[in-house]
Nanobody, 120 residues
């Protein structure tokens, strides 16, 4: 059973930066396609950034140029560096495992507990 534990969420002012971390069970990050999803108040969960096993990355348009997804295979940690934050980025951010590696909600096989990001 894969475990995902996010951290790094906080309240920041617009224009600020945060780095989210997701510590995964051993070999998870190096083996699986992983992503960050988010759920804003009153909205459905949406993918934000995805990184596959080869390191190929895809970003959702609103975060391109501002967010960076990365991973440390040796430490089994997934990161999301966020900069130039806006109130529209306010959401609960989730670390997920995808199988197959697609942008579909149906591909998510494991969710973390989420970490709150609030931008004012």
């Amino acid at each position: 059973h894969v475990q995902l534990v996010e951290s790094g969420g906080d309240s920041v002012q617009a224009g600020g930066s945060l780095r989210l971390s997701c510590v995964a069970s051993p070999y998870t990050v190096s083996t699986y396609c992983m992503a960050w999803w988010r759920q804003a108040p009153g909205q459905e969960r949406d993918w934000v950034a995805i990184i596959d096993g080869r390191g190929i990355i895809t970003y959702r348009d609103p975060v391109k140029g501002r967010f960076t997804i990365s991973k440390d295979n040796a430490e089994d940690v997934l990161y999301l560096q966020m900069s130039s934050l806006t109130p529209e980025d306010t959401a609960v951010y989730y670390c997920v495992v995808l199988n197959p590696c697609s942008l579909s909600l149906a591909s998510v096989t494991q969710w973390g507990q989420g970490t709150q990001v609030t931008v004012s």
